[in-house]
């Protein structure tokens, strides 16, 4: 079952933070993010793995609540360079993922 | 990070023609790769799932015999559209994956037109 984001979409100036929600209603074992910017494949950002492992990227930190089944990414100090739309994937099985919606993020000058 | 590459970037066929789609680990072995299809303003949405010499699983809903998969070895993996039809214009992504890792790499994806 897909994964549930939140916002759908937010615009933010650049220099300010933004919180990017992701909860599922299975349990969750790991929580990938990724970045896509029109036109071009997914980057990876992070995962978070069930018992608190946790690999990151820069500016951008990311919770994991098992017990919630809910993740949030934190964007701090927002760039122009993080505009885009961001995904959370929940593991299923054999690796695969299943996608989020999406979150679109506009940074404005 | 691992690279992965995809060919072509983008294609514009006649309805009724098959394109084929590769994907291929650049500096690694790929174990596992999977094909995505992806709609404008949409999610990605999990097509196959493909490992190293044996069958690829397919979605629910997706066409085995329209949507040829092919992972002859470790760093290529093809995916063939058949008989492709204007509704199966898309972007289409593949990412790979190796034994024990947990992050999936993306190819830069193709973008198919049908006419």
């Known amino acids: 079952q897909q994964p549930v984001q939140s916002p759908q979409a937010v615009i933010l100036r650049e220099g300010e933070d933004a919180v990017i929600n992701c909860s599922s209603s299975k349990a969750l074992y790991s929580v990938h993010w990724y970045r896509q910017k029109h036109g071009e494949a997914p980057v990876f950002l992070m995962i978070?793995?069930?018992g608190g492992e946790q690999k990151g990227h820069e500016k951008i930190s990311a919770s994991f609540n098992e017990k919630k089944q809910q993740s949030s990414l934190y964007l701090t100090a927002s760039q122009l360079s993080y505009s885009g739309t961001y995904f959370c994937?929940?593991?299923?099985?054999?690796?695969?993922?299943?996608w989020g919606a999406g979150t679109k993020l506009i940074i404005k000058p | 990070g691992a690279v992965v590459s995809q060919h072509p970037s983008w294609v514009i066929c006649k309805s009724g023609t098959s394109v084929k789609i590769e994907c291929r680990s650049l500096?690694?072995?790929?174990?596992?790769m999977f094909w995505y299809r992806q709609f404008p303003k949409q999610s990605l949405m999990l097509m196959a799932t493909?490992?190293?010499?044996?069958?690829?699983?397919?979605e629910q809903g997706v066409e085995k015999d329209k949507f040829l998969i092919n992972h002859a070895s470790l760093t290529l993996s093809t995916l063939t559209v058949t008989s492709a039809h204007p509704e199966d214009s898309s972007f289409y992504i593949c990412?790979?994956?190796?034994?024990?890792?947990?992050?999936?790499?993306f190819g830069p994806g193709t973008r198919l037109t049908v006419l």
């Open positions: 994937g929940t593991e299923r099985s054999n690796y695969q993922l299943i």
């Open positions: 493909s490992n190293e010499g044996s069958k690829a699983t397919y």
């Open positions: 978070l793995l069930k």
């Open positions: 500096d690694f072995q790929a174990t596992t």
């Open positions: 990412s790979a994956s190796a034994t024990g890792w947990n992050e999936q790499f």
